[in-house]
């Protein structure tokens, strides 16, 4: 038996086998419980029970997601610029001259439903050591949320709470927050939805993995001491569906520190910069039982690690607690013992807490093929002797059924189309002024304005424009473009087809500031996986996105799976974020999207047809939801990306806005705002189609007289359908069309477009 009274030993796991367990209460299922048993050849002692519980959550382990995710693999368009793709802390790509860049977005989601602020502003904190890890500096930040209908208590709750989160972490760390996107809707009331994005810049030659080589070198812990915040949160927030009882969970959401965070930054890049980890891994989700198990599991297999020389904050502290906590701002990393001095010392000058916890140690041929093994000690005692690929690696992989609801096809009967339209030019007015100023349409000022755009100075493009633009160096003009966008709408009529609009609009709006898109990251948010009509909208959105990113040659580089966004057997819309990476030669060429230059002419490219199932319109106006989507022209979209990037390089372009969310009406009314310019629009056939369908593959195009006959030219070698619409100039957004006329004049127009949030917010 055991020397410390109370500890649950390897010996003692062994000597009582019929021990009972709480693995239910760890949101471990009976086989998965057994499997482990198996595993170890006995029962498994409380520490080990802890990090298998953990490490094969839904939200570590994919385990309900695996087998479609692995189509991203699978189908993979080849890719000179992929560095470093799925299974690390997050994709590298190069981005040229020598240059790297790591991006991935993940979810924070019910965290931010229980505690808004730290649930966010630890959400960021998390996707920044990610990047961190694979050796780059992180540069810039974007958020992707959703909410509740804007109105709503709840919403007034939850939303000045994420957003003062996000705003305070990353301005705090330094970090411009370059974008992103916000909707409302009430499947997102008890469920919002909080995505965060970061971005690194590196060298080729700075790429860190996350192993740990080499026998005998040591694993040291850094960064902010252990504490009892977090505990679990990994599974107890982000694998099970919510409740009435979800504010009871308080103490499962980690708290962050952002000023610990741009020391460990600083401190992390200095150690990088001398040479001084040989592997690399922070301590996010699942805290030191996933660093040990995924370092081990990806170096030699082996590691033997003394637990109570982790630094706590708490002194009570059981082995199985600081196994699961989730305390933030903390990395692990693999040294040499020779340089364990010089490591030391650097983390003494950025005062960060450095501690020797114990070293990488070799394995047997049949240590090996177990699956390595993991040794941890309490003051001397063994609570852990497990092999580590088992959890990090090789936990459960289901198969879950999954079935096409039978609710689908009335909903996609209930076509749109027949809803009531504007009957004279007057209706048609009021309601493109309701659509341009509804929540999550209109100006998302409210919340940008909290977060720094500009902070250390290499941002070219942030918002309201069309997708964020960071300089990569400070002596090159190369640039980097990233936007993220996803409809729920969408994807609630036709999954497949919904990702993958997502996905083209992301692309359009990389393409729309000049850039070239090369890469994809995601954060897939649906309900709950053991509800077959769930895992069939999931299948459908992971197979749309893969064969999406096939057909267009951008690889899927990492991401993320949220599931259980739901209340009780309500779940959210599924609301995949897609996000994109695209390559610009010289950011001075970047396109914006405000008019700027009186007499140029406004071209609409791409087709327009009569599609409303899940715009804007049919939402804002009739509440509806329903019909298809519209269809999706891949091919389409890559032609008008090229035709906006080769404008954006040959100088031919004033001004570019892709149409998505509100259609030809929204975009014309925010290119005019955003540029504080006028516009005359000449509509051809029935005006209401032509300002609210949400067509794929189109965007409104500013160009110099000078450079009209060029344009043309480009846009007919790709075959992109360019139609002279409009001319810029006055102080109103004037439209005419066979039946008629309509004018809006800009004040009008700004009014509308932003007063929404302000109004909705005032004295929240």
Known sequence: MSEVPGLDTVATAIDTPDTAQPYAELGMAKDEYERVREILGRRPTSAELAIYSVMWSEHCSYKSSKVHLRQFGEKAPASDALLVGMGENAG????????????????????????????AATGVGGIVRDILTMGARPVAVMDALRFGPADADDTKRVLPGVVSGISFYGNCLGLPNIGGEIGFGTGYIGNPLVNALCVGVMRHEDIKLAQAPGPGNKVVLFGSATGPDGIGGASVLASATFDDASHAKRPSVQVGDPFMEKLLIECSLELYGRDLVVGIQDLGAAGVSCATTELAAGGTGGMDIRLDRVPLRD??????????????????????????????????????????????????????????????????????????????????????????????????????????????DAELRGQLLRVLGAPGVGDPTWVTQQYDSYVRGDTVVSAPHDSGMIRVSD??????????????????????????????????????TGARPLAVTNCLNFGSPEDPGVMWQFAEATRGLADACQELGTPVT?????????????????????????VIDDVRNRLRSGLRTDGATVFLLGETRAEFGGSAWADVVHGHLGGLPPRVDLAAEAALGEVL???????????????????????????????????????????????????GARAVVSVAPEHREAFLALAAEHGVPAAAIG??????????????????????????????????????
């Open 727 to 764: 001319t810029v100039g006055g102080d109103a957004l004037a439209l005419t069309h066979p039946a008629g006329a309509l004018e809006v004049p800009l004040a009008e127009l700004r009014t509308a477009y932003e007063s929404a949030l302000p109004a909705l917010m005032d004295g929240v």
């Open 315 to 424: 002194p009570r502290l059981t082995p199985e607690e600081i196994l699961m906590s989730e305390s933030q701002e903390r990395m692990m990393a693999i040294v040499e013992p020779a340089k364990m001095d010089e490591f030391l010392a650097v983390c003494d000058t950025w005062q960060i807490l450095a501690t020797e916890i114990g070293e990488v140690t070799d394995v047997t041929p049949e240590e090996a093929e177990r699956g390595g093994r993991l040794v941890m000690t309490w003051h001397g005692e063994t609570v852990v002797d497990m092999p580590p690929r088992t959890a990090s690696d090789e936990g459960p992989v289901y198969e879950r059924p999954y079935a096409r609801p039978t609710s689908q096809d009335a909903l996609q009967a209930d076509d749109a189309a027949a809803l009531a339209r504007p009957s004279d």
């Open 475 to 512: 002596d090159s003009q190369r640039g980097v473009a990233l936007a993220t966008d996803g409809n729920g709408r969408f994807t609630r009529l036709d999954p497949y087809t919904g990702t993958q609009l997502a996905y083209a609009e992301a692309y359009r709006n990389v393409a729309a």
């Open 645 to 695: 990037a080769a404008a954006a390089d040959r100088g031919l372009a004033d001004a570019a806005h892709d149409l998505s969310d509100g259609g030809l009406a929204v975009a014309l009314a925010e290119s005019a705002l955003h540029g504080g310019r006028g516009v005359r629009v000449e509509l051809k056939g029935d005006a209401f189609t032509a300002l609210f369908s949400e067509s």
């Open 92 to 119: 590298v790509v190069d981005v040229g001259d020598g240059h790297a860049v790591t991006f991935k977005i993940e979810s924070h989601n019910h965290p931010s439903y229980v505690e808004p602020h730290q649930g």
């Open 558 to 582: 990492g991401g993320n799976v949220s599931f259980y966004n739901q209340t009780g057997d309500v779940a959210i819309n599924p609301t995949p974020v897609i996000g994109v990476l695209g």
